[in-house]
């Protein structure tokens, strides 16, 4: 007498596969995280876009980029705020 082979289970017709997450570490910054690094608004670097001040940014298109080591280095070169 034989024995029936299982066949491995299939998911459902339809049913979405598993896509697998890869993280990729990019050194361009988006404005929220670049925000969240100098742990400022996205307002903040807005205006200071619109001013031509603050931190060095990138256009892709119409996507800002900043890179997070312009953004470490204007941060260094900011004069410290002296107490009264």
């Known amino acids: 007498m034989r024995t029936a082979r299982r066949r491995p289970s299939r ?3 339809g049913a979405a596969l598993p896509v697998p997450t890869v ?13 969240a690094f100098l742990r400022s608004h996205v ?6 876009r619109t001013r ?10 119409r996507l800002v980029r ?12 900011q004069e410290p705020v002296r107490a009264a």
């Open 11 to 13: 998911p459902p017709r």
């Open 23 to 35: 993280v990729i570490e990019s050194p361009l910054l988006t404005p929220e995280e670049a925000a």
């Open 43 to 48: 307002r903040t670097l807005e205006k200071w």
């Open 52 to 61: 031509r001040r603050g931190p060095r940014y990138v256009r892709l298109g």
């Open 66 to 77: 900043y890179f997070k080591s312009d953004l470490a280095e204007w941060a260094q070169s």
